[in-house]
């Protein structure tokens, strides 16, 4: 009964991609100025001949909804175009970049989850003590500051004023480290090499905190609720009553159903660590997805954007998917 | 509240029943502000949101620099308690000699002004859509519902910024770009809110007493879900100001040389090592107002939507 479901889910996202590849395709079209145009202005003199014959290459010269065939077309075989300016299949330049982009999602996202662990269940197991008012303060102040600002308070403290960490990049010219994933902690970790594994790490600290930061406050909110609603329910009243030692009242029972709630929220942040992502990596010079679009925008590369765009987007589609079926693992009484 | 008859003639018969709700209005706002004395945090956050709205309106007259003509001489002149600070600039200058604190007072106006009519617009959609799919259901309902699906799909900023990078930069796209996805919070919480009242007792007395589907909608549903709507809509409004504040950071929101926070912090990057006071008074800016609207839209929701509706 469950595989059903949990198939269903998945088929019910197959429309919405197509809408987004849909939408994605239309705004394409909606923007001032003819491709073509716009990759002459980028490409250098080229005669009339020319430019109908990249016309015809890239079906400019059919009808809107038979480029719109020949779009998701090509999008079902992954294949999204190639960028303008660098003259390279999108998706090559994208998957070149991913890596970075998810080595620091997950520092971010590993960041948050070590700070709003520890601070929402303490808060709740110490309602209205001086931590649960000082964290649930500090919480606020994480929702409330831009991600960018953030991070260059962060660069001013951490590496122009104590000089800890470095400012910018992912890992110093002078290390030398051989690529496996691509994600440089777990190539270090791989090849045993260990400097390269500190280098990467101190690289990767501050972007972490400054994109995590908002997800931290807010898991942090969300998991102290939560307990809060859980450690007065009836069974951990039981679990006390029968004499169970605190913490693992705490931790098995008012913990574990607190969880349901708080894998939700955390599902939903995936969205504000891949939007995030474009402003840290801008701030902390990460040479990642985020920085690439921010080019590709800056350069009029309109395939390349568009590209990025959809990727993201699926990104995103997929991780509420992966969320919903956690879910149901997580709390057997829930159906998709 | 003690009850006169009803008068007869028209015309006394409906100033009565304005003096009807003018007294209920009176009594609702008594009880929301003794509410609101319980959060005093809520109300030094509207204190400080006046603040801010009253520097923006009176810019011109609170400050005595040009915010975006400088001076080649007055570059990079540190904020006054430091040394080669001077009180004619307070918070010192950036790059082009600008005076920053003037240029702060002047960006709150951009601020709070995509804040306002970004919500305003995502609210005015979302409630109208809201309203009639929640209530009329339907192949209406479907296609916005699945249109917002879709809206869905996409990360908020990462929707911004694609469509800022398609239509360009500037106030209006700034504004479309937002309210774009913006409105479909609204419309979620109206639907869902719409579809539960119109199931209650006093909905089909307002039907049976043969009142029209529009006046049931506006007269009747409406003024009981628009608490909700207010909070959700001052808890977005700090959200959309940082979306604004992280587009013109990113080069493709408000364009210079008009001052906005998040260019501002953008400008100053450049010389962290030299002139930190360029990026972090602008930034010190967005977290306060922020603060003070997150702070004011919680209070706002402990005393209006107790249940808890909206996280």
């Given at each position: 009964?469950?595989?059903?479901k949990?198939?269903?889910r998945?088929l019910?996202?197959?429309?919405i991609?197509?809408?987004v590849?849909?939408?994605?395709?239309?705004?394409?079209?909606?923007?001032?100025?003819?491709?073509?145009?716009?990759?002459?202005?980028?490409?250098?003199?080229?005669g009339?001949g020319?430019?109908?014959?990249?016309r015809a290459?890239?079906?400019l010269?059919?009808p809107?909804h038979?480029q719109?065939?020949?779009?998701l077309?090509?999008?079902?075989?992954?294949?999204?175009g190639?960028?303008?300016i660098?003259?390279?299949p999108t998706?090559?330049l994208i998957?070149?970049?991913?890596?970075?982009?998810?080595e620091?999602?997950l520092?971010?996202?590993?960041?948050?989850?070590i700070?709003?662990?520890?601070?929402g269940?303490?808060?709740?197991?110490?309602?209205?003590?001086w931590l649960?008012?000082?964290s649930m303060?500090?919480?606020f102040?994480?929702?409330?500051?831009?991600?960018f600002w953030?991070?260059?308070?962060?660069?001013?403290?951490?590496?122009?004023?104590?000089?800890?960490l470095?400012v910018?990049?992912?890992?110093?010219?002078d290390?030398?480290?051989?690529e496996?994933?691509g994600?440089?902690?777990?190539?270090?970790i791989?090849?045993?090499?260990w400097?390269?594994?500190?280098?990467?790490l101190?690289?990767?600290?501050?972007?972490?905190?400054?994109?995590?930061?908002a997800?931290?406050?807010?898991?942090?909110?969300?998991?102290?609720?939560?307990?809060?609603?859980?450690?007065?329910?009836d069974?951990?009243t039981l679990?006390?009553?029968?004499?169970?030692?605190e913490?693992?009242?705490?931790?098995?029972?008012?913990?574990?159903?607190?969880l349901?709630?708080?894998?939700?929220?955390?599902?939903?942040?995936v969205?504000?660590?891949?939007?995030?992502?474009?402003?840290?990596e801008t701030?902390?010079?990460?040479?990642?997805l985020?920085?690439?679009v921010?080019?590709a925008i800056?350069n009029r590369d309109?395939?390349?954007?568009?590209?990025?765009?959809?990727v993201?987007?699926?990104?995103?589609v997929?991780?509420n998917l992966i969320?919903?079926?956690l879910?149901t693992?997580?709390?057997?009484?829930?159906?998709? | 509240?003690?009850t006169?008859p009803?008068?007869t003639?028209?015309w006394?018969?409906?100033?009565?029943?304005w003096g009807?709700r003018?007294?209920?209005?009176?009594?609702n706002w008594?009880?929301?502000a003794h509410q609101?004395?319980k959060?005093?945090?809520?109300?030094?956050?509207?204190?400080?949101?006046?603040l801010?709205?009253?520097?923006?309106?009176?810019?011109p007259?609170?400050?005595v620099?040009d915010?975006?003509?400088?001076?080649?001489?007055?570059?990079?002149?540190?904020?006054?308690?430091?040394?080669?600070?001077s009180?004619?600039f307070?918070?010192?200058?950036?790059?082009?000699?600008?005076?920053?604190?003037?240029?702060?007072?002047?960006?709150?106006?951009?601020?709070?002004?995509v804040?306002?009519?970004?919500?305003?617009?995502s609210?005015?959609?979302?409630?109208?859509?809201?309203?009639?799919?929640?209530?009329?259901?339907g192949?209406?309902?479907?296609?916005v519902?699945?249109a917002a699906?879709?809206?869905?799909?996409?990360p908020?900023l990462?929707?911004?910024?694609?469509?800022?990078?398609?239509?360009?930069?500037?106030?209006?796209?700034?504004?479309?770009?937002?309210?774009?996805?913006g409105?479909?919070?609204?419309?979620?919480?109206?639907?869902?809110e719409?579809?539960?009242?119109?199931t209650?007792?006093?909905?089909?007395?307002?039907?049976?007493?043969?009142m029209?589907?529009?006046a049931?909608?506006t007269?009747?549903?409406?003024?009981?879900?628009?608490?909700?709507?207010?909070?959700?809509?001052?808890?977005?409004?700090?959200?959309?100001?940082?979306?604004?504040?992280s587009?013109s950071?990113?080069?493709?929101g408000i364009?210079?040389?008009?001052?906005?926070w998040?260019?501002?912090?953008?400008s100053?990057?450049?010389?962290?090592?030299?002139?930190?006071?360029?990026?972090?008074f602008?930034?010190?800016?967005?977290?306060?107002l922020?603060l003070?609207?997150?702070?004011?839209?919680?209070g706002l929701?402990?005393?209006?939507?107790?249940?808890l509706k909206?996280?």
């Open positions: 009964m469950r595989a059903i949990v198939l269903e998945i019910a996202t197959i429309p991609m197509f809408g590849a849909i939408m994605v395709f239309i705004f394409m079209r909606l923007t001032p100025g003819d491709p073509v145009d716009i990759m002459m202005g980028a490409g250098g003199a080229v009339a020319e430019i109908e014959q990249l290459e890239f079906h010269d059919e809107i038979i719109l065939w020949y779009f077309r090509d999008a079902a075989r992954g294949d999204l190639n960028s303008y660098k003259k390279r998706m090559e998957a070149e970049r991913l890596p970075a982009t998810i620091l999602a520092g971010a996202l590993f960041f948050a989850l700070i709003a662990f520890p601070i269940i303490l808060s709740a197991v110490k309602q209205n003590s649960d008012r000082f303060a500090g919480a102040l994480g929702i409330s500051m831009p991600a953030l991070g260059i308070v962060l660069i001013l403290i951490f590496s122009v004023k104590l000089r800890w470095p910018q990049g992912r890992i110093s010219y290390v030398n480290l051989q496996i994933t994600l440089y902690v777990v190539d270090s791989l090849t045993r090499n400097p390269a594994l500190k280098d990467a101190r690289h990767l600290i501050l972007p972490s905190i400054a994109l995590g930061a997800v931290a406050a807010i898991v942090a909110r969300v998991l102290r609720s939560s307990m809060l609603e859980t450690l007065r329910a069974y951990v679990a006390r009553a029968k004499g169970a030692p913490h693992r009242v705490v931790l098995r029972h008012a913990l574990r159903n607190a349901i709630p708080t894998v939700t929220v955390i599902g939903l942040q969205g504000v660590l891949l939007g995030g992502n474009m402003i840290v701030v902390f010079g990460w040479p990642g985020g920085r690439l921010v080019d800056f309109f395939p390349l954007v568009q590209a990025s765009v959809m993201y987007a699926f990104t995103f997929i991780a969320v919903d079926i879910y693992y997580l709390n057997p009484k829930i159906t998709l | 509240m003690t006169t009803a008068p003639s028209s006394a018969r409906a100033r009565h029943l009807l003018w007294r209920m209005m009176r009594r008594s009880e929301f609101m004395r959060h005093p945090l809520a109300i030094i956050a509207a204190v400080v949101i006046l801010y709205i009253l520097a923006a309106i009176f810019a007259a609170i400050t620099h915010p975006t003509r400088g001076s080649l001489r007055t570059r990079f002149e540190p904020p006054f308690w430091m040394e080669g600070g009180t004619e307070l918070l010192g200058t950036d790059d082009q000699g600008r005076d920053i604190l003037t240029r702060i007072i002047y960006g709150a106006r951009v601020s709070l002004l804040g306002v009519i970004a919500v305003g617009v609210v005015l959609v979302g409630l109208t859509l809201g309203a009639l799919a929640g209530f009329y259901r192949r209406f309902d479907t296609i519902s699945r699906d879709l809206l869905l799909a996409f908020f990462i929707f911004a910024i694609g469509v800022m990078a398609f239509l360009g930069p500037g106030f209006g796209n700034l504004i479309l770009a937002l309210t774009f996805k409105w479909v919070e609204f419309f979620r919480l109206v639907r869902g719409m579809m539960a009242e119109k209650k007792e006093y909905v089909e007395a307002a039907r049976v007493s043969g029209g589907k529009v049931i909608i007269r009747e549903i409406l003024p009981n879900i628009m608490q909700a709507v207010f909070v959700l809509a001052t808890l977005r409004m700090g959200y959309m100001i940082i979306m604004e504040a587009l950071f990113l080069g493709l364009q210079p040389p008009t001052p906005a998040g260019s501002m912090v953008a100053g990057r450049d010389y962290l090592l030299t002139a930190w006071w360029v990026s972090t602008p930034g010190l800016a967005i977290v306060g922020v003070a609207i997150n702070l004011f839209g919680e929701r402990d005393v209006l939507d107790p249940r909206i996280e």
